[in-house]
């Protein structure tokens, strides 16, 4: 099998293995790394069909970790995907009138990031013993809402890894906010920024950046990674459920082998869809990736213009974990689509930085054909949900009800009627205020966690564990603090530490 290297998007030439680049999450010039080539899986694309989730899992990343051994990377797989998930296929896919949802919220945390961030603390654990690594490895992670939580989940209680997360102390629902700040194992800690998640991103990318307060953790025992979708340990594992995804539809006879799919994936940072377009690149048969946001649309004009451009209103929304205005994996596409031109894309970085502004050549428009942009309007959103549950009675969470209103219009303007995935990224019962609100005013003034009974009575599936009792947990982590006091905070806490 060939050898896979990672390099920046930036110009640093030194590769790195897959493990040296998933303990160092992002690149010292600031850039992320990519995969020195995609994989080809064309060959395989008969054979996945019959694999289960675990032995696709492995397929696909044996091709991009490839100084894993098959022993090793089995054993990563097989403690991730397990009983914490509450199905045994790991992913369902769901047929609703014409569309199929590709249920990726079915792990602990009821949000597509377990899905990575399951496997990542094993892939770490591993790269650490690979790379005879004597440092404490300290985890600090921006979130809009979903990846904290699931990192916490994944990390706490991991001998050897801390972990901090950061959250936009307004910026998340309710649900998530008590997730994560009930969180137990001391090696966990929450931190509420005063700020948007655009500012809990920054400043953790600053962070890194930071060579002074890097030494000093240096010296206290300690090396920064990342649980955030930069590092390519929780990228690479995303492509594997589009391969599932389109797998089962070939068993379920919904489409025919070798026919081609489009994809819908609700997006924020740019992590999952950037995932769908490297299992693209790889030989699994999309047309189109249409990328849904919500009001913070700025994606969406990338897509038709090539400008991106960040210096506009920010909006919290309904659909929380997309409201983000930065969206860190697009560096990633820029790389693909400007030829690998790394000089290229530190310069739009740069003006990115500097501007908060970027446009790209004609020649890297091209590159953008495969997408298709959109957004939906909050109250497009709450339509879309109503609209499914009264004629399916199935119910669909807010991000994913931001894919599905954008497929819409995707599908009037172009009449394009190839099959459908969409991407379903968090259960409702994540998000049972504003859902249940897109049923019937008559729940607008109920709290988030009386609304999860409603949700259960209304003939919705049980209500997941992990949230049964989350209103009567203890709060454990009650720090709040402000953009210029991150480092202060995170020094007390690793002193604090016994
Ligand atoms: C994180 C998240 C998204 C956005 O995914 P990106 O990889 O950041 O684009 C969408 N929906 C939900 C529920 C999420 O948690």
Redesign the pocket.
């Known amino acids: 099998m060939k050898q896979i290297f990672y390099k920046s998007t930036r110009g640093d030439r030194r590769l790195f293995t897959s493990s040296q680049a998933i303990l160092q999450g992002i690149s010292e010039d600031g850039g992320l790394f990519v995969p020195d080539s995609i994989p080809d899986l064309t060959h395989e694309i008969n054979s996945i069909v019959d694999m289960n989730y675990k032995e696709l899992s492995y397929l696909v990343m044996s091709e991009f970790f490839t100084d894993f051994d098959e022993s090793e990377l089995r054993e990563c797989v097989g403690r991730a995907y397990d009983s914490k998930f509450d199905t045994e296929n790991i992913v369902e896919l769901k047929k609703v009138s014409n569309v199929y949802f590709m249920e990726l919220y079915h792990g602990p945390t009821l ?3 377990d899905m990575a961030l399951s496997i990542l603390p094993y892939l770490m654990k591993v790269s650490a013993k690979k790379n005879d690594f004597n440092k404490d490895i300290l985890i600090l992670t921006a979130t ?4 904290g939580k699931a990192a916490l989940e994944s990390f706490s209680g991991v001998d050897r890894i801390k972990i901090i997360v950061l959250f936009p102390k307004n910026g998340v629902s309710k649900i998530q906010e008590m997730q994560m700040v009930t969180q137990e194992g001391d090696n966990t800690c929450v931190i509420g920024l005063n700020g948007n998640f655009d500012d809990a991103q920054t400043g953790v990318k600053n962070i890194f950046k930071d060579s002074f307060f890097n030494k000093k953790l240096f010296d206290m025992g300690y090396v920064l990674s990342s649980a955030n ?1 930069i590092n390519i340990g929780r990228l690479i594992p995303q492509i594997v459920y589009y391969f599932y995804g389109y797998a089962s539809m070939v068993k379920n006879g919904q489409i025919d082998k070798n026919e081609k799919i489009n994809v819908v ?9 950037l995932a769908a377009y490297y299992a693209k690149s790889m030989g699994l048969p999309i047309k189109k990736l249409i990328c849904a946001s919500n009001d913070n649309n700025v994606l969406t004009d990338f897509i038709n213009k090539g400008i991106y451009d960040k210096n506009r209103d920010f909006f919290v929304t309904i ?1 929380p ?2 409201d ?1 205005l930065i969206s860190s ?1 697009l560096e990633r596409l820029l790389y693909l689509i400007s030829d690998c031109d790394c000089s290229e894309v530190k310069q739009l970085m740069n003006s990115l930085n500097t501007n908060g502004e970027y446009s790209i050549s004609q020649n890297m428009k091209d590159g953008l054909r495969d997408f298709y942009g959109n957004f939906a309007t909050q109250k497009e959103t709450l339509d879309s949900i109503k609209e499914i549950f009264d004629s399916d009675k199935y119910l669909i ?1 807010t ?1 994913t009800a931001v894919a599905y209103s954008v497929y819409k219009k995707y599908l009037e303007e172009t009449n394009d009627n190839t099959k459908v995935l969409i991407a379903s ?2 259960s409702p019962y994540k998000f049972t205020k504003f859902v249940m609100k897109a049923l019937d005013s008559k729940y607008s003034y109920m709290d988030d966690f009386s609304l999860i009974k409603e949700m259960n009575k209304i003939g919705f599936v049980n209500i997941p564990d992990s949230i049964n009792d989350l209103e009567n947990k203890e709060i454990l982590h009650k720090i709040v603090c402000d953009k210029n006091q991150i480092r202060t905070k995170i020094l007390d806490f690793l002193n604090n530490y016994k």
């Open positions: 949000a597509f990031k809009s809402g979903d990846t979708s994936v609700p997006t924020g940072n740019f992590g999952n869809i659909s974990s997309m983000i994996n969470d991000h990224t968090a």
